[in-house]
């Protein structure tokens, strides 16, 4: 799986604006996450639209955080800003192949890996990823996951 650079784009604009905490000028996400303008204005529309950003026009206007970051994990991001978020295309349609309907063997490995890895971005939010011991956070979800799928 590949992101798309608006994907990321738009985690690290979640990110300055969680971690700011304040009105937040399209200048400063711009120059100090390396997010061109246009895409600011872009994904900043997107992100409106959801419910997780507001914003104030005129002088001291900006961008801000409507949303508590907890709220907010990275599988919807993800979603949010991938043409798709699959793995394989058997995954989005078994048009694709003819195999699909044959009981690939392979179709049964995507569709386990993509489980996986939706799980595990599903446990990562935007405030998770502020915190500075990021990979104890990573760790301790990972080993809940585990347990999860053990039982």
């Given at each position: 799986?590949?992101?798309?650079?608006?994907?990321?784009?738009?985690?690290?604009?979640?990110?300055?604006?969680?971690?700011?905490?304040?009105?937040?000028?399209?200048?400063?996400?711009?120059?100090?996450?390396?997010?061109?303008?246009?895409?600011?204005?872009?994904?900043?529309?997107?992100?409106?639209?959801?419910?997780?950003?507001?914003?104030?026009?005129?002088?001291?206007?900006?961008?801000?955080?409507?949303?508590?970051?907890?709220?907010?994990?990275?599988l919807e991001v993800i979603?949010?800003?991938?043409?798709?978020?699959?793995?394989?295309?058997?995954?989005?349609?078994?048009?694709?192949?003819?195999?699909?309907?044959?009981?690939?063997?392979?179709?049964?490995?995507?569709?386990?890996?993509?489980?996986?890895?939706?799980?595990?971005?599903?446990?990562?939010?935007?405030?998770?990823?502020?915190?500075?011991?990021?990979?104890?956070?990573?760790?301790?979800?990972?080993?809940?996951?585990?347990?999860?799928?053990?039982?």
């Open positions: 799986m590949r992101l798309n650079q608006q994907t990321n784009y738009a985690i690290r604009m979640l990110l300055c604006l969680a971690e700011k905490n304040r009105i937040v000028p399209q200048r400063e996400i711009s120059s100090e996450y390396s997010i061109p303008s246009s895409s600011v204005i872009l994904i900043a529309h997107q992100l409106r639209e959801k419910g997780w950003i507001g914003s104030d026009t005129g002088q001291a206007g900006g961008y801000y955080m409507l949303c508590d970051p907890k709220t907010v994990n990275l979603l949010m800003f991938e043409n798709h978020g699959t793995i394989s295309r058997c995954l989005e349609s078994t048009d694709c192949c003819k195999r699909a309907s044959d009981n690939c063997l392979m179709y049964t490995v995507y569709l386990r890996c993509q489980k996986l890895l939706e799980d595990y971005f599903a446990s990562i939010s935007i405030a998770d990823l502020l915190n500075p011991d990021i990979d104890s956070v990573i760790d301790d979800n990972l080993k809940r996951y585990v347990q999860s799928i053990e039982k």
